[in-house]
C-alpha cells in the first residue's frame, strides 16, 4: 500500500483551524459561531481519525510455507544381537544372519543406508514408537496383539514354536510337560503360544523367561529346566549344533508367520519395504539367502 499524504505540519486539529494550509482560509475566520466551530471540529477529528486509521492498516502477511519433510535417506534397524541365525554376533563381534542379510538388500534397492542397533527385545515396541529405531527385523512374529501398535509388512517367513529338550529326556509330548520347569525368551511371541494353550500352560509346575535364547537352553543343558519353547529357526540351529545335547519334540506350541514392524503412521516406507521384499521373492534373491542360512527356501 503506498503511503498516506496528509498535510505536513498540520500535527493538531487547534492547528488547522488556526493556521489553515496555503491556499485555505482559517476555520475560525469563516466560523465564528462558537457552538458551529465545536460541531465543525469534532467532524474534523473524526475524518482526521479515519484517514490516519486508514493509513495504519497493513496488508495481512502471507501464511509460511509448511517446509518439504527432509527426504529419508537411512532406516535404523532395531534387533536381538543374540538371535542366531536371524541377527548375532560372530568372531570377530560383526552383526551377521539371515534377517541382517535381508534388510542389507532389501535397503539396498531402496536406495538407504542401513544401521543395525541392538535393543532390549522386551521393549521393541518402546523403542520403535520412541523412534528410537525405525523397524523391527529380527524374526517378529505377526500376532493380532502386535498389530495393534506395529504395522507389518507382508510375511516373508513361516515359523513354528518348536520344543526342545534334553536329548536324554523322557519327554516326549506336550501332554509330558505337566509337572514340569519350563523356559522361554521374555516378551517372545513363545510366551503367548504357550499362553495360548491353556490347558497345556495351566499343567507346568513354572514357567521362567530369560533375557535371550542362548541363556534358556543353558538353563536346560545344565538341568534348571525341563524344556525351552523357542522361535523353530533358532531351535534348530543350535540343536544341529549340539545333536547329542539337545532334541525337538514333534508336537509344537503353533504355526506363525515373521514379517517386518515399522511405526503405525509410517505408511510411505511400508509401502516402498513391502514391494522390496515382494521383488526380492520374485527375482530369488530372498531364496538364496534363506539356502546360505538356513539350507533350504524357507520363504513365504
Request: hydrophobic share 45%; glycine share 8%.
Amino acid at each position: 500500500m503506498g503511503q498516506c499524504r496528509v498535510f505536513p505540519g498540520l500535527r493538531t486539529l487547534h492547528q488547522w483551524v488556526v493556521h489553515a494550509p496555503s491556499g485555505f482560509a482559517p476555520l475560525s475566520v469563516l466560523f465564528e459561531n462558537r457552538y458551529t466551530m465545536k460541531k465543525i471540529a469534532a467532524v474534523a477529528l473524526l475524518t482526521l481519525g479515519a484517514v490516519l486509521a486508514g493509513c495504519s492498516k497493513q496488508e495481512p502477511a502471507a501464511p509460511a510455507a509448511t517446509p518439504a519433510p527432509a527426504a529419508v535417506t537411512k532406516i535404523v534397524v532395531g534387533l536381538d544381537d543374540n538371535f542366531p541365525p536371524m541377527g548375532f554376533r560372530n568372531e570377530k563381534n560383526e552383526l551377521i544372519g539371515f534377517d541382517i542379510d535381508m534388510a542389507k538388500e532389501a535397503a539396498k534397492r531402496l536406495g538407504l543406508e542401513v544401521e543395525f542397533k541392538p535393543i532390549d527385545w522386551s521393549a521393541k515396541e518402546a523403542e520403535l514408537s520412541g523412534k528410537r529405531v525405525d523397524a523391527l527385523w529380527n524374526g517378529l512374529t505377526i500376532t493380532e496383539e502386535r498389530k495393534q501398535n506395529i504395522l507389518f509388512t507382508a510375511p516373508y517367513m513361516e515359523n513354528h514354536q518348536i520344543i526342545v529338550v534334553a536329548a536324554n529326556s523322557a519327554i516326549k509330548t506336550k501332554a509330558d510337560l505337566a509337572g514340569k520347569v519350563v523356559g522361554a525368551q521374555e516378551g517372545s511371541s513363545a510366551v503367548d503360544a504357550i499362553k495360548k494353550d491353556e490347558a497345556v500352560f495351566k499343567s507346568f509346575k513354572d514357567i521362567k523367561t530369560f533375557g535371550d535364547n542362548v541363556t534358556a537352553l543353558m538353563d536346560l543343558t545344565t538341568g534348571r529346566l525341563d524344556a525351552v519353547v523357542v522361535d523353530e529357526v533358532v531351535g534348530r540351529y543350535y540343536v544341529a549344533k549340539k545333536p547329542d545335547v539337545y532334541a525337538v519334540l514333534d508336537d509344537h506350541f503353533g504355526t506363525e508367520d515373521y514379517g517386518v514392524g515399522l511405526r503405525k503412521d509410517d505408511t510411505d516406507l511400508h509401502g516402498k519395504l513391502d514391494k522390496a521384499l515382494a521383488d526380492m521373492k520374485a527375482d530369488g534373491v530372498a531364496a538364496k539367502i534363506a539356502e546360505q542360512w538356513f539350507g533350504k527356501n524357507i520363504i513365504k
